[in-house]
């Protein structure tokens, strides 16, 4: 985490999202990331550090355990809300992929953007399928993904030692994306994902 922290701090972003914490690894993002973005939010395994400060932190509830929080993020230009959100992961079994509870958990992230009403929306997510994935139309079918609109190159973020695809994006509704990128690799099996919006 240590490490992880000092990569995403070097990125100079006003907002990072995290995912998968624990309660050993959220108090050194805090200490590590206390400098440079000295207010944040967790809750359950998703977090949000910023720069600026955060309020109306919310769970939004798309699993049985927290896997997706809301916050507004009070910006020298306005406010802005917030998402961090990790959907559950495709599994292989005997059956094949299983993602039904990935799909669910889309549904309910999407209705709980449906029912968003701020005018500017960032969603950050770890979304285990790809912006073209139909069953993340829900969702996707919504929002603009930064990559897709001012992406630098393929974006790919996974698997982090030889990215073939992207399942991890910067979503934006009311905010322009001026560009994206991805950030070196990390401890994570993910690469991480960085975005300049302009609102």
Known sequence: PAGTAR???????????LVELSERSTPVY??????????HAVLGGVGLWS???LTAVAEVEIMPWTRALRATADTPE???????????SVRVSGAGFTT???????????AALRAEAAPRVVVLGDFNGTYQDAALAPVTSQFRSAQREAGKGFGFTYPAVFPVVR??????????????WTLPATGSDHRPVAARLRF
């Open 7 to 17: 990569v995403l701090a070097r990125a100079d972003a006003d907002v990072l999202a």
């Open 30 to 39: 805090a200490r590590e990331l206390a400098a440079t973005h000295p207010h």
């Open 78 to 88: 306005g406010p802005v809300a917030v998402y961090a959100a990790h959907l559950a």
């Open 51 to 53: 720069r600026h400060r």
């Open 100 to 110: 039904a509870r990935r799909n669910e958990a889309a549904r309910k992230l999407a």
């Open 167 to 180: 399942i991890d994006d910067v979503l934006v509704r009311g905010v322009t994306p001026l560009a994206s």
